[in-house]
C-alpha cells in the first residue's frame, strides 16, 4: 500500500495536466466560436454581402456558388447574409433572458441563502414549484396570452430560468455563510447586507458566471423552438430559428441546406456555451477545493 | 472593581440525531483589565462554543456576557451597536487558510477595517494601516499580495493585525496558533505578548495545548464536555493539577527525556 502510493499520486498528476492541457484548447475553441458570432452580430450589415430581406424569385434555392456562399432560400433570399443577420436576433433574445434571470436569482437566491429560516422554506417551496414548469411552455403561455413576437417569450423564460440561478446562488451562499472569513467580517462589524452583497457576492460570482453561460445556449435553443414554431421572431426578420421553419418546404423538395445552415449555427452555438460554461465552473470547483 | 470581560453561566445545548449535546454548561469566568485567560480542553469541551459565544457568533440558552460592567446582547442593533460590540471583543480563528477573504489583498483587508470603525483617510488611513502590518512584522511588500501567496504564519499574523485594526478590549484567540509549524507557534506567541504588553488589550486564549497557554496566560481554566473542571493560576494548574483530567491534558505535553 505504502509502496503503491508515490506512483498512483504521480499518475493523478499526469493525468491532471493532460486534462488541462486537453481542456484548454476546447476553451478556446468554445470562446472563439461565440466571439466570431458576436462579432458576425454586431457587424452584420458590413458582413452580409446581400439585404437579408431581399427576394429574388428568379433564383430561389440556388446551391452554393460565388455569388452565394451558401446558396439561396426558396424565395430567394441570401442565406449567408440572413445567417449573420440572424446571429442578431439569435442572440439578443438569450441575452436577455440570461441577464433578467440571473438579476431576478440573485436577489431571490441571496435572500434566501443568507436570511435562512422560514423566509428560505417558503421561497425554496415557490422555486420548486417553478422547476415543475418547463421554460418553453410558460414561453407559450405568455404567446397566446399577450400575442406574438420576441417580447412575451423573453419575459416568461427570464422568470422561468430564475430559478435555476437562484437555487445555485442559495446553496453557495448557505455553503459561505460558514466559512471562517464571513464570520470574521460579522465580528468586525459589518452590516449583514453588507457581508452579503460586497463580500460574499464576489467571491461566487465566477460560479454564476459559469451557470449564466450554460444557460444562454439553452435559452438560445428554447427561443430558436420558440421562432421555429413560428410564435417568437415574426417573418421577414431573419432568426435561425425561423430560418429552419421556413426551409420546411425546401427540405420536402430535397434541398437541405437552407434548413441545416442556421441548424448548425444553433448547434454549434449551444455546444461553445455548455462547453465554455461546464469548463469555467469546473476549473473555478477545482482552483477552490 | 468592573472587570474588562465578565462571563457568567453560559449554557448553549445542541441537537443533533434527536441527542441533546451541552456544549456549555454553566460557563463563568472573569478576565481584568489588561489581564490573559487561558481555557484549555481537548476538541469538543465547548471552549470554541465558548468562544463564538463571546464574540457573539452563537447566542447562548442561557447567561450573561458583561463587559466593563455592561451587558452585551448577542443581537446587537444597528451600526453603532453593532460597531460598539465590535470594539469590544475581536477574535482571531483557528484557520488562516480560512479566515481570510481570498480576494482581499492584504493591506486592503486591513484598511476596510480602518475604513469601518476611524474616520481616517487617504494617507492617514494608508499610514495606520501599515502601522498595524508593522506591529504584526509585516510590511509594505505584503500588503499588496492575496492571502494564498502567504505562509500559514504570515496569514494568522494578517488576522491578528485585522483584528487590531477594530481597536478592540479583548481579543480572543481560538486555537490561534494550532495550525502553525511549531517555530512559527513561537513567533507568534511572542508577537501576541508583545502586542498584549503595547496595547494592554485583554487576551483570551482558547487551546488544547497546556504548554502554550502557559506561554501567554497567569490564569486558565480547564473544560470538559462543556464544563469548567478546573480553574487557577497556569504555574499552579501545571505544578499541582487537581482534577484528574488536567493531569490527562499534562500527560499530554512532551517533556524533556
Known sequence: ?289 | MTALLEVEDLCKTYRAHGHEVAAASAVSFRLEEGGSLGIVGESGSGKTTTARMVVGLERPDSGRIVFRGQELSSRPRGRSERLERARAIQIVFQDPYLSLDPRVAVGAAVEQVVKLHTKLAGADRRRRVLDLLGQVGLGEREAGTLPRRLSGGQRQRVAIARALAVGPAVLVLDEAVSALDVSVQAQVLNLLTDIRELTGVGLLFISHDLAVVRYVCDEALVMRSGEVVERGSTAQLLSAPQHAYTRVLLDAIPRPA
Not at chain 1, 434555392?61 to 439561396?72: F, K, R, Y
Not at chain 1, 421554460?135 to 420576441?150: D, E, P
Not at chain 1, 448557505?174 to 470574521?184: G, T
Open chain 1, 1 to 289: 500500500m505504502t509502496a503503491l502510493a508515490p506512483t498512483a499520486v504521480v499518475g493523478r498528476a499526469r493525468f491532471a495536466k493532460v486534462r488541462a492541457f486537453g481542456g484548454d484548447w476546447i476553451i478556446w475553441l468554445s470562446a472563439g466560436v461565440l466571439v466570431l458570432f458576436a462579432l458576425a452580430a454586431v457587424f452584420a450589415p458590413l458582413i452580409a454581402p446581400y439585404d437579408p430581406e431581399a427576394t429574388d424569385l428568379r433564383n430561389v434555392l440556388a446551391g452554393p456558388s460565388g455569388d452565394h456562399l451558401l446558396g439561396t432560400d426558396q424565395v430567394g433570399r441570401d442565406t449567408f447574409s440572413r445567417l449573420v443577420y440572424g446571429a442578431r436576433t439569435s442572440l439578443v433574445g438569450p441575452l436577455a433572458v440570461v441577464a433578467a434571470s440571473t438579476v431576478l436569482g440573485v436577489l431571490v437566491g441571496l435572500v434566501a441563502g443568507w436570511r435562512g429560516g422560514r423566509l428560505d422554506s417558503v421561497i425554496s417551496r415557490v422555486l420548486d414549484i417553478m422547476f415543475a414548469f418547463p421554460a418553453l411552455l410558460l414561453a407559450i403561455l405568455a404567446v397566446t396570452l399577450f400575442g406574438k413576437g420576441l417580447v412575451a417569450p423573453i419575459v416568461a423564460m427570464s422568470i422561468a430560468y430564475t430559478p435555476f440561478i437562484a437555487r445555485q446562488v442559495r446553496g453557495l451562499v448557505i455553503a459561505s455563510r460558514s466559512r471562517p472569513y464571513v464570520a470574521a467580517y460579522t465580528v468586525q462589524g459589518f452590516s449583514p447586507t453588507d457581508v452579503a452583497v460586497r463580500r460574499v457576492l464576489p467571491n461566487i460570482s465566477p460560479l454564476i458566471l459559469a451557470q449564466a453561460t450554460v444557460m444562454f445556449g439553452y435559452a438560445l435553443l428554447d427561443l430558436a423552438a420558440m421562432s421555429f414554431l413560428g410564435l417568437g421572431v415574426q417573418p421577414p426578420t431573419s432568426d435561425w430559428g425561423s430560418m429552419i421553419n421556413d426551409s420546411r418546404g425546401a427540405v420536402l423538395l430535397g434541398e437541405p441546406l437552407t434548413a441545416v445552415v442556421p441548424s448548425v449555427a444553433v448547434i454549434v452555438t449551444v455546444i461553445a456555451f455548455n462547453v465554455l460554461g461546464e469548463e469555467l465552473g469546473d476549473r473555478i470547483a477545482r482552483r477552490d477545493a
